[in-house]
Each structure stands twice: as structure tokens, then as C-alpha cells.
């Protein structure tokens, strides 16, 4: 039976990979594809328990500042991963949309992102937003740009704009972050999902994210379950 509180969307800032490898002698690389395996277990995990909606950072804007050798390896590493994986996703009914700016991605990184995105579009069983050359400061920028596109060409009623109707112009139009989550002991938001993480509750361990098993999951619901939210009220 699901809880009917389980949380309607759950996101992950996956960090850590690179400390997980390097305590174990590894390149930072091998963290990355360890942590692709966690990402792979866990989503069916949590979109099975009754969450509708998992967003997962997979590469900020930010990053492109990191050695190119290291960018380029997590590029080949989510082009393979959306052409490998992409049965699995419709096995489980799973949706996959990408979150995030395509300027200054690669043409083949484009290419599996509509790929991963057009074969997996019919599924109705909860959505995996992955987040890719993303930032959530960029994300509200853009969405005010459309608007303003949309109030120029006259097609827009600025008066139908609220706090819920912003959600379409966003990236995808997903549902508010119930429940955040950010592994390796790190205290932040790092620029992710801002608008969505209004009310959000938060929940953060020290386990690195490619230790992030099922278990530490049903930690951290048990947690949130546990939570009284408020929405700012008494
Ligand atoms: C942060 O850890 C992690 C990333 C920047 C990449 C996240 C990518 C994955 C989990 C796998 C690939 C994703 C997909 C969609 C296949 P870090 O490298 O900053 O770790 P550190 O802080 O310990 O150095």
C-alpha cells in the first residue's frame, strides 16, 4: 500500500562521486559511473513507491568549468546512458525529460536527449527530470524571457500569471519539490531548482551518491513522514 504523504515530487543533488572515488584510489571518473548505477537503481526504486516526480542534478551550468577531460567523460557517460537505458525506462512506464539550457552542449548530447525524450514520451507511470547544464537562476530567466516573447506577440493575459500558472513556462511544468535531498554532506542548494523548492523540506546525509542505496531512501521518507509541513501557516 503507498502512503498517501509520500512525496509527490522528490529531488536529488547527486554529490559525491568524486570523493567515493578518490577514497577508494579510483579516478573521479569511476565515481561517475558508479554513481550512473545508483541513479539507475534508485529512480525505479522511488517513482515505485509512489512518488510521481524525481529530479536529479546531473550537470550544473557550473560545471563546464571543470577539466575538459572530466566534462567530457560525464557527456559520454549520459549520451550512453540514455541510449542504453532506454528500454528499461519503458519497461517501467518511466518518463524522461531533460531540464536545462542547450546552448553549449554538443550536437550528440542534443541528439540523446531528444532521443531518451521521444521514446520514452508516452509512458504515464512518473517522470525522471534530469537536470543537465542547468542552473535554477538560469531556469527562471528563461521563463521570464518567454513571457515577456509571449506578452510582446500579445498572446499572454499578465493578469493569468500567479504562482501556479508559472510552472508552465519553466523548463518542464512539474509539480512543487516536496522533498529535496543532498548527499555527501554538503549544506546547499548550489543554484538547483529554486522556484520548486519554495516549501520544500530537506534532507541531507553524509553518504556519498553512489552509496545512496534504496535503504538510505527509505531513510529519508521515513524522515520526511516523520515532518509537519506548515506552507508557512501556524
Ligand atoms: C557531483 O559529484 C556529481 C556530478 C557533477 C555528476 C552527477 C552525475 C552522475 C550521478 C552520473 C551521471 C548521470 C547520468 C544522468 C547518467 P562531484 O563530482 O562533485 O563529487 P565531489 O564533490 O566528491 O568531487
Given at each position: ?58 550537470f550544473s551550468t557550473e560545471?563546464f ?34 531540464s536545462g539550457r542547450k546552448d553549449n ?26 537536470c543537465l547544464n542547468y542552473g535554477g537562476s538560469e531556469e527562471i530567466i528563461d521563463a521570464s524571457k518567454k ?23 519553466l523548463y ?19 543554484n538547483f531548482m529554486l522556484y ?39
Open positions: 500500500m503507498i502512503d498517501s504523504n509520500i512525496p509527490a515530487h522528490v529531488a536529488i543533488i547527486m554529490d559525491g562521486n568524486g570523493r567515493w572515488a578518490k577514497e577508494r584510489g579510483k579516478k573521479r571518473s569511476e565515481g561517475h559511473l558508479e554513481g550512473s548505477k545508483t541513479l539507475k537503481k534508485i529512480s525505479q526504486h522511488i517513482l515505485s513507491k509512489g512518488v510521481k516526480q524525481l529530479s536529479v542534478f546531473a560545471n568549468k571543470r577539466d575538459k577531460e572530466e566534462v567530457d567523460y560525464l557527456m559520454n557517460l549520459i549520451i550512453k546512458y540514455f541510449k542504453k537505458e532506454a528500454d528499461t525506462f519503458n519497461k517501467n512506464n518511466i518518463k524522461v525529460v531533460i552542449l554538443r550536437d550528440d548530447v542534443i541528439e540523446a536527449i531528444n532521443y531518451i525524450q521521444n521514446y520514452t514520451k508516452q509512458n504515464t507511470g512518473g517522470i525522471l527530470n534530469i513571457i515577456a516573447k509571449l506578452y510582446k506577440e500579445d498572446k499572454i493575459d499578465l493578469n493569468t500569471l500567479n504562482k501556479e500558472s508559472f510552472y508552465k513556462y518542464n511544468n512539474l509539480k512543487p519539490i516536496d522533498l529535496m535531498i543532498r548527499t555527501s554532506g554538503e549544506l546547499r542548494v548550489s520548486q523548492m519554495a516549501y520544500s523540506e530537506f534532507y541531507f546525509t553524509d553518504k556519498y551518491f553512489p552509496d545512496f542505496d534504496e535503504g538510505e531512501f527509505d531513510k529519508a521518507i521515513d524522515e520526511y513522514l516523520k515532518r509537519t509541513r506548515r506552507f508557512g501557516g501556524v
